[in-house]
Structure formats: C-alpha cells, structure tokens
C-alpha cells in the first residue's frame, strides 16, 4: 500500500542498518530497524485513515500496531522483536534478527 518512493527510502534506510551492522555497531543497527519498520507502520495508518501524529515516534507505531491484532497478525512475531527490550548492558535478551523482521514489516506495507 505504500508508494513506490517510500519504499525505496526505506529500503535504503534498512540498507544503512545492515552497513551497521556489518561495521559492528549493532546497537546502531537495532535502532535504525526500528525506525525503519515504525515509518513504514505509520504510513500504514496513514492509509487506512488512522488517527497519526507526529509527536508519536516510530517506535510507538510499533507498539500502536501489536493492539491492532486482526490488521497485524501476519507480522506479530516481527512486532513483538522489534518492541523487545533490551537487557541493561543494552544487549538483547535473545539472538534477534532485527534487520530481516524490518524487511518483511515494509514488504507487508508493501503488499497491504
């Protein structure tokens, strides 16, 4: 559902992410897949005519779209690892894909 410029933008904000992830600056990488998945979900919104704001960070839209259940569903193991909270150290609690959950989180906004 989203336009084809878009998509390529954040195609290119996910390719930043792994360029990241590949320098080793992981945390880095992590939050930039967030970012990436959230702008998608908001477009999202945007689309379907949901109430959206910009004081409402990406992030949010992560966690705006988990309470969305019946729209979501074919990405709710991606919401819920992307929505993960980090340990204290600032490391996950389990060996997490983020890049690749951020990748199909815009393919389904993609297709919606």
């Given at each position: 559902?989203?336009?084809?410029?878009?998509?390529?933008?954040?195609?290119?904000?996910?390719?930043?992410?792994?360029?990241?992830?590949?320098?080793?600056?992981?945390?880095?990488?992590?939050?930039?897949?967030r970012?990436?998945?959230?702008?998608?979900?908001?477009?999202?919104?945007?689309?379907?005519?949901?109430?959206?704001?910009?004081?409402?960070?990406?992030?949010?839209?992560?966690?705006?779209?988990?309470?969305?259940?019946e729209?979501?569903?074919?990405?709710?193991?991606e919401?819920?690892?992307?929505?993960?909270?980090?340990?204290?150290?600032?490391?996950?609690?389990?060996?997490?894909?983020?890049?690749?959950?951020?990748?199909?989180?815009?393919?389904?906004?993609?297709?919606?």
């Amino acid at each position: 559902m989203i336009e084809n410029d878009l998509y390529k933008s954040l195609l290119d904000d996910l390719a930043y992410a792994v360029k990241l992830s590949t320098n080793g600056e992981l945390n880095k990488s992590r939050v930039v897949a967030r970012q990436v998945s959230g702008k998608a979900i908001r477009e999202l919104f945007k689309q379907l005519k949901y109430p959206t704001s910009p004081s409402i960070n990406p992030y949010q839209y992560l966690l705006l779209a988990k309470n969305e259940e019946e729209i979501f569903k074919p990405i709710a193991f991606e919401l819920d690892a992307l929505t993960t909270k980090v340990n204290p150290d600032y490391s996950f609690p389990e060996d997490l894909d983020l890049i690749t959950y951020a990748k199909n989180i815009i393919q389904f906004t993609k297709n919606f």
